[in-house]
C-alpha cells in the first residue's frame, strides 16, 4: 500500500508539473507552493520562538479552525503560529490573516520533504484541522514525538479508513495523539476500528459562526441596496441550484431583494448564474452603476459570511454538485435554509436542522418554491424556523474550548 500511495503522491506532482505550462491553476500549484516554503525558510532561520502548527486543506477547515488558533493564541503567548495549507484557495485567501506568525503550502507529501520541513519547522504542538491525512508528515511528526492532535474530524463508513483495504490509512489515524470528532457516530467507527484516542467535541464552526454574528462587518453598499427590504440571499451558487431556484427568483424578484453569491466570481460563471434571471441584475463590482435593481450578484470572496445578517431566509447551494456548502453561516443569523437533498450524510448539521425545523432539502424547482414560498409570505412559520436555527448553534458551540483544555495539558 505505501508503494501504491508513494506512486499516487509522484504522478499527482508529475502530473501538476506537466500541466503548469499550459494550466494557470497548475502553474499556480507548483510555484507558489515551492516559493512559500522558500520564504518560510528564510523567516525562520532567525525565529527564536517556539512554534506551533496548524494544517488546514483550505478556506473552509481554516475557518473551522480559526477558534482553536485564536484561543491558542491567547493560551501561549511566548509561541508563533504556523499555519499551512494544501489548496490554493486557503492559502491565497488566507496567507495574510492575523492570526498566523508564519503561513506557508505543505510540501507534497514524500518521506524526503516531510523529514526536511519538520526540522525546518521544529514544532512544539502539530494541529491538523478535519479532513488532511499525509502518511509521510504524519509519520514523521509521530516518530518524533511531537504531539499530534486532529479536530473536528468527521467520519463516514463509506470512507477508506473502514474498507478492507484501507489498513495504510488506518495507519495514520493512530499517529495522531488524539482526535476530537464531531459526533457520537464517528466516535464509534474510529473505536470499531481500535482507534480509541478519541472523542467527541462536537464542530469548531459552531464557535466561528457565533464570533461572527457576535460582530458583524457592516456592509454599506448591501444596505443601500436593499433599502430596508427582507432579502432572500442564495450562497454558493452553482448552475445546478440556479436551476431549481429560477423560477421563485423570477416570479418574486419584484416583491423581495435577492442577493446571489456565486460560487465562482469569474466573468463566465456569473454571467451563466445570470443568464437563469429575467431581472436585471447588478454585480457588487459594479455598484457604482446601481439603479434601483432587486438582484444583487456578490461577484466578489469573502463577504457571503457577513451578508446573512441582512436576510430573512436562505438557499445554500452545491448539494447538487461537489457538496453542500457551508449552512451554519445563515444559519447563526436565524435564517431557515433551503439546499439540495444529495450527499447530505456528509454534512450532519443538515440532517439535524431538517429533523428540528429550521432547514429544509428538496430535489426539485417544484419543492423549491412551495417551501420559499411559505418562508416568504408565512411569518409564524419562518420565525419559528428562525428560532430553532438560533437555539442549533447555541446548543452546538464550545467545542474550541473542550480542544483548548487538550491543548493546554500537552
Not at 478556506?59 to 493564541?73: D, N, R, Y
Not at 445578517?309 to 461537489?322: N, V
Not at 457538496?323 to 447530505?344: M, Q, T
Request: charged residues 20%; hydrophobic residues 40%; glycine residues 6%.
Amino acid at each position: 500500500m505505501i508503494l501504491l500511495y508513494n506512486l499516487s503522491i509522484f504522478l499527482y506532482r508529475l502530473l501538476a508539473i506537466v500541466a503548469s505550462p499550459f494550466n494557470a491553476k497548475a502553474k499556480k500549484a507548483v510555484e507558489d507552493r515551492k516559493a512559500s516554503i522558500q520564504a518560510l525558510q528564510t523567516k525562520l532561520e532567525n525565529n527564536q520562538s517556539p512554534i506551533i502548527w496548524f494544517h488546514a486543506a483550505s478556506l473552509g477547515e481554516f475557518e473551522q479552525g480559526l477558534p482553536v488558533m485564536e484561543q491558542v493564541k491567547a493560551a501561549f503567548p511566548e509561541h508563533k503560529l504556523l499555519v499551512t495549507f494544501f489548496s490554493p484557495s486557503g492559502f491565497d485567501h488566507r496567507k495574510n490573516h492575523p492570526v498566523a506568525d508564519f503561513t506557508s503550502y505543505l510540501p507534497w507529501d514524500t518521506s524526503r520533504n516531510a523529514r526536511a520541513f519538520v526540522k525546518m519547522v521544529n514544532p512544539k504542538k502539530v494541529v491538523f484541522i478535519k479532513y488532511e491525512y499525509w502518511y509521510h508528515h504524519l509519520k514523521t511528526i509521530n516518530n518524533l514525538g511531537i504531539p499530534l492532535v486532529s479536530i473536528s474530524a468527521l467520519f463516514t463508513e463509506k470512507h477508506i479508513f473502514f474498507k478492507p483495504y484501507g489498513g495504510l490509512y488506518r495507519q495514520m489515524l493512530r499517529f495522531f495523539e488524539h482526535t476530537f470528532v464531531q459526533n457520537e457516530s464517528s466516535e464509534a467507527l474510529l473505536q470499531g476500528i481500535g482507534i480509541k484516542n478519541v472523542s467527541v467535541s462536537g464542530d469548531t464552526r459552531f464557535d466561528r459562526v457565533q464570533q461572527t454574528i457576535a460582530n458583524p462587518a457592516k456592509q454599506s453598499q448591501v444596505e443601500t441596496f436593499l433599502a430596508g427590504k427582507p432579502a432572500f440571499i442564495v450562497g454558493s451558487a452553482w448552475p445546478e441550484d440556479m436551476e431549481v431556484l429560477a423560477a421563485f427568483i423570477n416570479e418574486h424578484s419584484k416583491d423581495i431583494k435577492v442577493i446571489i453569491a456565486p460560487h465562482l466570481v469569474d466573468d463566465a460563471h456569473v454571467a451563466k448564474i445570470e443568464s437563469y434571471l429575467k431581472d436585471q441584475a447588478i454585480r457588487y463590482t459594479e455598484f457604482d452603476k446601481f439603479t434601483n435593481e432587486h438582484i444583487l450578484i456578490l461577484n466578489t470572496i469573502g463577504m457571503l459570511s457577513n451578508t446573512y445578517q441582512y436576510g430573512s431566509f436562505a438557499y445554500i447551494g452545491g448539494a447538487f454538485g461537489d457538496g453542500l456548502h457551508n449552512i451554519l453561516e445563515a444559519v447563526a443569523f436565524g435564517l431557515p435554509v433551503v439546499y439540495g437533498n444529495k450527499g447530505l450524510e456528509k454534512f450532519p448539521e443538515s440532517i439535524e436542522l431538517q429533523e428540528k425545523g429550521g432547514g429544509f432539502s428538496i430535489e426539485t424547482a417544484q419543492q423549491a418554491q412551495a417551501i420559499l414560498n411559505r418562508l416568504l409570505n408565512e411569518k409564524e412559520f419562518r420565525n419559528t424556523a428562525s428560532a430553532t436555527c438560533k437555539q442549533y448553534v447555541n446548543e452546538k458551540a464550545g467545542a474550541a474550548n473542550i480542544i483548548m483544555d487538550y491543548l493546554r495539558a500537552i
